[in-house]
C-alpha cells in the first residue's frame, strides 16, 4: 500500500511539476513536449536517481494508447470546411512525401552511420513522418496563424502520416529479420490503409448513431461512450489487418463533420484527455531514455537531424507538392515545420522489442533527433513565417469564435414559444440545426426552468430562452415555428 502511495505521489507530482515549467517555457518561446521530456529526463535514475524506468514493451503500449487518443482528438478539432481545399495536398504529404522523406534520410545516413544499409533505412522510416502531438501543441499554444490553408495543411498532413511511418518501420523490420518481402509489404500497406480508412469511417458512424439514439440519463457517460470507441477503433482495426492510427484519427474527421449530443462538451473532454495523454507519454519517454549513454550518440543525431532538416524534408516536400499551385516561399514553410515528436520515439521502441541490431544506437539517436527538431524547429516557427511572409493577422483566425462567443453588441435573448404542431418537437436540441452563434440557454418545460443539453427533447408549449444573434432572428424563429409536413 506505501508503494501505491509513493507511485501516486509521484505521478500527481511530475504532472503538476511539468504543466508549471510549461507555463514558465511558454513565456521564454519553449515547446512544452520539451519541457515534458525534459521533466522526464530530470527525475529519471540517470539525472537524480529518483526513478527507475527501462521498460520498452510498457512505454510502447503506452505510446501507442496515447498517440490513439492524440489523434483522435486531432481529426474531432479539425474545421472540415478549411480541411476541403487542402485534402489532396495534405493526402499527398502524409504518404508519399514521408516515403521520399524516410528514403532520402536512410540512404544519406548509410555515408556516415556506422549502420547497415537496411538499419539506416530503418531509421529514416522511423523518423519519417512529422508528429501530430508536436505539430498540434506548436501551431495551437503559441497561436501562431498562416496564410492560405498552411495550418488545416500541415496539422491534416501531421495527424494522418504515421501509418507510412509505421509501414516503413515494421517493413524494415520485417527485411532485416527476413520475415518479409518487398512485394508482400506493397500489398500490406495497401491493406492497412483501406481497412484504416473504412474501418474508421464505419465507427464513426456508428458512435454517432450510438451517441444520439441511446438517450442516457446521465450526460457524462457520453464521454465514456468517445473513450472506449477510440480504444476500439484503434484495436478492433489493428486485429483485422488494419492501421489503428489512421482509424482513429479518420473516425475524428467523420465525426467531427457530424451532428451529435453534447458535441461541444465532449471536444473539451477529449482536448483534456489529447494534453494528459501528451504530457504522460512525454514524461514516460524522458525517464526511459539513458541519458548519459545516450548523450554519447549526440554528435551523429545532429547529423541526422540536419540531413531530415535542410535535405529531406524540403526534397520530399518540394517534390510531391509539384503537382499543386502554391508558392515557393509556401512550399518552404511546409518544409519547416516538420516536427519530430513523441511518434519517432515510441516506434523506436519497436527495433528494440524485436532484437534488431544496433535498436540502442537506433533508439537514442531518434530521441536527440527529436529533442534536435523541437529545439530548432519547435522554437522558430513563428519567426520563420513573417521572414517569409506567409504569417497571417489572429484577429481574422478568430473572428468566427468572437462571433460565436457573443462578444459584439448583435446578440439579444429572444422567447420562443414552440407551437403544438411544430416540426421540432419531439426533437433533440442538437438536431434542430440552428444557425452558428444560436443557443438555447433555458427552457421552461412544463412549469419549470431547466438548463438544456445537446439531447434535450423539444416538447409542444415549452418556452425557448435563446440567445442570438438579431441577423438571425427569422432562420430562428422559422425552424421553431414552421408547422409540421403532414405528408
Not at 549502420?115 to 522511423?126: D, K, R, T, V
Request: aromatic share 12%.
Amino acid at each position: 500500500m506505501l508503494l501505491t502511495n509513493e507511485i501516486l505521489l509521484i505521478v500527481s507530482i511530475l504532472l503538476i511539476s511539468a504543466i508549471l515549467l510549461n507555463k514558465i517555457g511558454g513565456k521564454v518561446g519553449v515547446p512544452s513536449l520539451l519541457i515534458f521530456i525534459l521533466v522526464g529526463i530530470i527525475a529519471g535514475s540517470d539525472v537524480t536517481g529518483g526513478i527507475y524506468f527501462e521498460d520498452y514493451y510498457l512505454s510502447q503500449f503506452i505510446g501507442i494508447v496515447a498517440i490513439s487518443y492524440i489523434l483522435f482528438m486531432g481529426g474531432l478539432s479539425v474545421d472540415i470546411d478549411e480541411l476541403k481545399p487542402v485534402f489532396k495536398e495534405g493526402a499527398v504529404l502524409a504518404t508519399a512525401g514521408v516515403f521520399v522523406t524516410g528514403i532520402v534520410t536512410g540512404f544519406l545516413c548509410y555515408y556516415f552511420l556506422d549502420l547497415s544499409l537496411l538499419e539506416c533505412m530503418l531509421l529514416g522510416g522511423i523518423i519519417s513522418s512529422t508528429d501530430a502531438a508536436a505539430v498540434f501543441s506548436v501551431l495551437r499554444s503559441k497561436s501562431i496563424s498562416l496564410t492560405n490553408n498552411l495550418k488545416p495543411l500541415l496539422e491534416f498532413e501531421s495527424g494522418s502520416n504515421d501509418p507510412m511511418a509505421v509501414f516503413l518501420t515494421v517493413g524494415m523490420i520485417g527485411l532485416i529479420t527476413a520475415q518479409s518481402d518487398l512485394s508482400y509489404l506493397v500489398f500490406d500497406f495497401f491493406k492497412q490503409m483501406i481497412l484504416g480508412v473504412f474501418s474508421g469511417y464505419l465507427t464513426a458512424k456508428a458512435t454517432v448513431w450510438l451517441i444520439n439514439k441511446i438517450k442516457l440519463e446521465y450526460d457524462s457517460l457520453y464521454l465514456v461512450i468517445t473513450l472506449a470507441s477510440v480504444l476500439f477503433t484503434y484495436s478492433f482495426i489493428s486485429l483485422i489487418g488494419g492501421n489503428g492510427f489512421i482509424g482513429v484519427y479518420v473516425c475524428g474527421l467523420v465525426m467531427a463533420s457530424m451532428k451529435f449530443v453534447n458535441k461541444k462538451t465532449l471536444i473539451k473532454f477529449h482536448d483534456a484527455t489529447a494534453w494528459i495523454m501528451q504530457i504522460t507519454m512525454f514524461l514516460i519517454l524522458g525517464l526511459l531514455v539513458n541519458f548519459k549513454y545516450g548523450f554519447t550518440f549526440v554528435r551523429q543525431a545532429f547529423c541526422v537531424a540536419m540531413v531530415l532538416t535542410f535535405i529531406a524534408r524540403p526534397v520530399a516536400v518540394l517534390l510531391t507538392t509539384i503537382p499543386f499551385k502554391r508558392p515557393f516561399r509556401e512550399k518552404l514553410m511546409i518544409s519547416w515545420v516538420g516536427l519530430r515528436g513523441a511518434a519517432p520515439i515510441v516506434l523506436a521502441t519497436f527495433p528494440l522489442t524485436a532484437n534488431i541490431p544496433n535498436s540502442s544506437e537506433i533508439f537514442n539517436i531518434v530521441f536527440f533527433v527529436v529533442i534536435i527538431s523541437v529545439l530548432l524547429q519547435g522554437t522558430t516557427i513563428s519567426y520563420v513565417a513573417k521572414k517569409l511572409k506567409v504569417d497571417a493577422p489572429l484577429d481574422v483566425e478568430h473572428k468566427s469564435i468572437l462571433e460565436y462567443d457573443g462578444s459584439h453588441t448583435n446578440n439579444k435573448m429572444i422567447e420562443f414559444t414552440v407551437p403544438e404542431n411544430s416540426q421540432i418537437c419531439g426533437k433533440q436540441i442538437f438536431e434542430l440545426n440552428l444557425p452558428q452563434g444560436s443557443l438555447v440557454s433555458l427552457i421552461y418545460k412544463n412549469g419549470d426552468y431547466i438548463i438544456p443539453t445537446g439531447s434535450t427533447v423539444i416538447e409542444a408549449c415549452d418556452v425557448l430562452f435563446t440567445l442570438l444573434d438579431v441577423k438571425n432572428e427569422k432562420l430562428v424563429r422559422e425552424i421553431i415555428c414552421t408547422a409540421k409536413n403532414e405528408n
